[in-house]
């Protein structure tokens, strides 16, 4: 049975990369009806935070990645918190000192930056020289006597071919020379993440490891402790970087790196996983939208780039109007909703029995939508009867005809008893026509600006049904007093 997990580390909110991995397990979780856990990995005391976590989780619910086992679901492995596991780790700990694969290390940071330079000095890479490996007892106990807090370092076997036989990348090899002893718990006696995540995925029987390319480095060590505890080692699964379109590592300039962000500007959750399973991964035929379904079923680690992934954020906007556009209209309006009440626009109170009229008001201008976030400022013109003109357009409504226009339109209005569609709407656009004799873009343009401010947009029949007879009247009589003269 698969088991495999996303252990993220609370330290930030859930970055677009952690997303990816956490949607690459769950995906080949569910692909091989196998398990997947969430495992928050705290150890960093000073960085690690409650709300970090709550973000994370919070985020990977709305992204619909949800996990069986672990941190708020329970589990027959758990704590699933490392820093509920600190008396786990000790005995693991202890098992290694006994056994001299560690050892108590008590040079001073002082210490360690002088040995540093002296092997740069001759050329070498800097790692620990193993300086406290053979200490005798007597020598320890002088030290602690002076107060001093050692370390725990784990004694790297010399000269050994370490390899990672990775489902992405093929076989890694490393030399251990090349890795001096290294601390697998500080001085607080809190073990570091490359301990503990060997504890932790043995005694969770993860059978694969799916994580980001930065950790492939650390893997070697966690090779080494898996070894030297006789564990049997999982599958180790290493997904490509993440970089910009400029190919440097993901930051600001290319985009969020937060999810959060993406939340909150209004990208779609099914958006964001269909875009995500892209980085990386990519599928046989030519395919772009993927449902999650399609996605359980089709994906592969044999279709997974070692090269890096290009987060392209004009991809991202246009899968996400894709999916604004083709989603069903209830739910895009439902989405909308949060964003309008926050512009102002209307009161949480009136949402219920004004949700079919703002259905329309969505329907119009749903295909010109990016991010949800922008339905404030597209849909303005419903909810407001002031307007603000474009610059540009002023000009048009300082033509003579354009009062005659207001007033046959006015006319007409305060003559009509019926709830005004696109038909109606259409017929009085006829009737204006003829009483006026102004017709064409003379007719429509000014007409247009007066309603919307703007002289490209919905179809003015729809937008004059969905202002309905009172609005219309209020633009139209504002316009006349105020920007006509
Ligand atoms: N806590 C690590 C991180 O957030 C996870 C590494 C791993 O998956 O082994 O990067």
Redesign the pocket.
């Known amino acids: 049975m698969e088991r495999v997990?996303?252990?993220?580390?609370p330290t930030g909110y859930l970055h677009i990369g952690?997303a990816r991995?956490a949607l690459f397990n769950f995906l080949y979780a569910r692909q091989k009806q196998g398990t997947f856990i969430l495992r928050i990995?705290d150890t960093d005391l000073q960085r690690s935070s409650k709300e970090s976590e709550e973000v994370i989780i919070r985020d990977l619910q709305w992204l619909s990645i949800e996990w069986d086992e672990g941190v708020g679901k329970g589990g027959d492995y758990g704590p699933y918190r490392s820093t509920e596991r600190l008396h786990i780790y000790k005995e693991y700990v202890e098992k290694l000192l006994e056994e001299g694969k560690a050892y108590y290390c008590y040079c001073t940071p002082e210490e360690l930056e002088q040995q540093r330079k002296q092997l740069l000095e001759k050329g070498e890479m800097p790692r620990y020289t193993g300086k406290c490996r053979e200490m005798t007892r007597k020598e320890r106990e002088a030290l602690e006597a002076r107060g001093l807090k050692p370390v725990i370092r784990f004694k790297v076997p010399q000269n050994q071919t370490i390899s990672v036989n990775d489902l992405i990348r093929g076989k890694v090899e490393f030399d251990s020379s090349g890795i001096g002893d290294f601390v697998i718990v500080k001085s607080n006696g809190i073990p570091v993440?490359n301990f503990a995540?060997v504890i932790d995925d043995h005694l969770m029987k993860i059978t694969n490891?799916i994580?980001?390319e930065?950790?492939l480095s650390?893997t070697p060590r966690q090779i080494l402790i898996y070894k030297a505890l006789g564990f049997e080692l999982p599958k180790f699964a290493h997904v490509p970087l993440i970089l910009g379109k400029d190919r440097t590592k993901m930051s600001k300039r290319h985009g969020s790196t937060w999810v959060e962000h993406y939340r909150d500007q209004g990208y779609l959750p099914d958006a964001i996983v269909n875009f995500l399973a892209l980085l990386g991964w990519s599928p046989e035929g030519e395919q772009e939208f993927f449902t999650i379904e399609e996605l359980v079923e089709q994906f592969s680690f044999d279709r997974v780039a070692k090269n890096p992934a290009i987060f392209d954020i004009d991809k991202l906007n246009w899968m996400n109007s894709h999916y604004i556009k083709k989603s069903p209209l209830d739910k895009i309006t439902r989405l909308c909703v949060p964003y309008l009440i926050d512009a102002g626009f209307i009161q949480e109170d009136e949402v219920e029995a004004k949700f079919e009229w703002l259905k329309q008001v969505v329907e119009t201008v749903r295909e010109s939508l990016t991010v949800l976030s922008e339905i404030p400022a597209k849909t303005e013109i419903f909810f407001k009867d002031k307007i603000s003109l474009e610059e540009e357009n002023v000009h048009i409504l300082k033509r003579e005809h354009v009062k005659e226009l207001i007033n046959a339109f006015l006319k007409l209005l305060d003559e009509t008893d019926r709830h005004i569609d696109d038909n109606l709407a259409k017929q009085i656009f006829k009737k204006v026509q003829k009483t006026t004799g102004v017709k064409g873009k003379n007719l429509y343009m000014p007409m247009r600006i007066m309603l919307t401010g703007k002289t490209h947009g919905p179809e003015l029949f729809k937008v004059c049904s969905i202002m309905g007879k009172e609005r219309l009247i209020k633009r139209l009589e504002y316009v006349k007093q105020n920007m006509i003269q």
């Open positions: 997990r996303f252990a993220p580390s952690g991995t990995e993440y995540v490891v994580r980001g930065e950790h650390n």
